[in-house]
């Protein structure tokens, strides 16, 4: 409780409607950009499913590009 009062915070109920602010766009922006990214990543898999050894190695290096975790790269490629 004394961390709450140094930090200026008060325990108890507040209205969320206060807080957040619900648009329409702001949602449909957000839901669309969501969408994207699954879609995105389910035509990576078919496409690595239904690929030669080619695509694979593409879709895996992708991966490794954008995760940027050497380590995990490494673990990856053996």
């Known amino acids: ?3 709450l009062q140094g ?3 008060v325990a108890g109920s ?3 409607d206060d807080l957040f602010r619900l648009d329409l766009r702001i949602l449909q922006a957000s839901t669309k950009t969501l969408f994207d990214k699954l879609k995105g ?3 990576a898999r078919l496409k690595v ?3 030669g050894a080619k695509d694979r190695k593409e879709h895996v290096d992708h991966f490794i ?3 940027r975790d ?3 790269a490494d673990r990856l490629t053996l």
Do not use: H, Q, V
Request: charged share 25%; aromatic share 10%.
């Open 7 to 9: 930090a200026n915070l």
């Open 65 to 67: 590009e954008t995760l």
């Open 14 to 16: 507040f209205d969320a």
């Open 41 to 43: 990543l389910t035509y």
């Open 1 to 3: 409780m004394n961390l």
């Open 49 to 51: 499913k239904d690929g």
């Open 70 to 72: 050497s380590e995990l």
